[in-house]
């Protein structure tokens, strides 16, 4: 079984050398770069190294977990495969028919490829996070998910999963400005407006600002910087002097004469909103999952299926055939069956009865007589000779 675990992980592997697995698993020493120095021969893994990340999806991977404690419980019972449709969003009619689209698991993984989840299900089954249950429905195995045997250790935080998961390239090039949206809140959400009444602060405390700098030289607002410069400033809340001078209209000479005075004020905010954004992040994460020892006994979850025995239905559950036990009928020489020879018929009620012969008794050798046999009695009236 461990060498069979071995070969799945092996196959599962998309960012070690296949060579140096394989030399290793015979105490051999191989590198990837004697694997690259011949692209030609190079394996799969080598040549795409740089179209794999290595995240940490722990809390991915506790997620699924509890995916698996709230909906393969009981006699509820599903697929690896409905679980990475469920995670993907995909909207299939069992998904539909067992109201998981409504579940927040729906979705949660859309982002990702479907390799990808279906990997990262396979890794915590050979990790013993969680287990397949194999059962038998009409002659065909059906694997379903339950909870594995050390998922407890995983549940309490010691563990730490790391995955390697493909990266797009859209991805790869635009990473930083989606990690940038994915962090913005809803206009209309709770955040959104506390974060716009921010922005406000800033954009009053750099008009202010400005005033008193127009007004130490006689001058107009408008004449020392351009007025949507500002709005720009209060909305980005730039923290060094390289992202300041991204922004329009700034130009190194404006930096020389003012630019450090902004920069102070936008400073301090943009600390500020580092500090909600961040306690909202929390928050969030502790909504979700509020506690990762949340009353579930897993230790006890792992082993409520492990004592319990399935019938297997076998021929789809039809009646067993009853056994008789067979019997050789005996043959003459010739090969023919000899005449069954059964017990004579008693005479049917009222028919007549035979007069049984009376015979003599006949002594045998030893002197003693032979016992009678059985006679009727002759009917009173009757002579015997008749």
């Not at 393969?72 to 469920?86: A, P, R, Y």
């Not at 009353?295 to 055939?321: E, F, I, M, Y």
């Not at 035979?354 to 003599?360: E, I, L, P, S, W």
Request: hydrophobic residues 30%; proline residues 4%; aromatic residues 6%.
């Amino acid at each position: 079984m461990q060498n069979l675990t071995r070969m799945v992980d092996y196959c599962e592997n998309v960012t070690d050398c296949r060579r140096s697995q394989q030399l290793n698993y015979f105490a051999e020493h191989f590198t990837r770069e004697q694997c690259l120095e011949n692209r030609a021969t190079a394996c799969d893994n080598c040549l795409k190294r740089g179209e794999y990340e290595t995240i940490d999806a722990t809390d991915i991977a506790k997620e699924m977990a509890k995916c698996v404690r709230d909906l393969c419980s009981g006699t509820k019972s599903f697929t690896l495969l409905h679980l990475v449709d469920l995670f993907k969003g995909s909207e299939t009619k069992k998904i539909k028919d067992n109201n998981h689209h409504n579940t927040k698991y729906h979705s949660r993984l859309a982002q990702w490829e479907k390799a990808d989840i279906k990997r990262l299900l396979h890794k915590m089954v050979l990790d013993n996070y969680l287990r397949e249950q194999i059962i038998f429905i009409n002659d065909i195995p059906q694997a379903y998910v339950r909870i594995g045997s050390a998922i407890e250790n995983l549940m309490q935080g010691g563990i730490r999963i790391m995955f390697a998961r493909h990266q797009k390239d859209a991805a790869k090039k635009d990473r930083s400005k989606q990690e940038e949206v994915l962090m913005m809140p809803k206009a209309d959400s709770e955040l959104g407006k506390e974060l716009k009444e921010l922005e406000e602060k800033c954009h009053n405390d750099l008009l202010e600002k400005m005033r008193t700098l127009a007004g130490e030289r006689n001058a107009h607002i408008s004449s020392l910087i351009n007025i949507q410069t500002i709005r720009e400033m209060s909305r980005v809340m730039p923290a060094t002097k390289e992202e300041m001078m991204k922004l329009p209209h700034i130009t190194a000479a404006n930096f020389e004469k003012f630019g450090q005075q902004l920069l102070d004020i936008t400073q301090n905010y943009a600390a500020h909103k580092l500090s909600i954004m961040l306690d909202a992040k929390e928050e969030e994460q502790f909504e979700e999952n509020p506690d990762d020892d949340d009353g579930t006994n897993w230790s006890v979850l792992a082993k409520q299926d492990l004592g319990a025995k399935r019938k297997r239905s076998w021929g789809g559950g039809s009646v067993p055939k009853r056994r008789y036990k067979r019997t050789g009928r005996k043959t003459t020489k010739g090969g023919t069956p000899r005449k069954r020879v059964g017990k004579k018929k008693s005479p049917r009620k009222g028919s007549p009865k035979k007069k049984m012969a009376r015979t003599a008794a006949t002594t045998p050798k030893g002197g003693k007589k032979a016992p009678r046999p059985f006679q009727l009695m002759p009917l009173p009236g009757s002579s015997r000779g008749n």
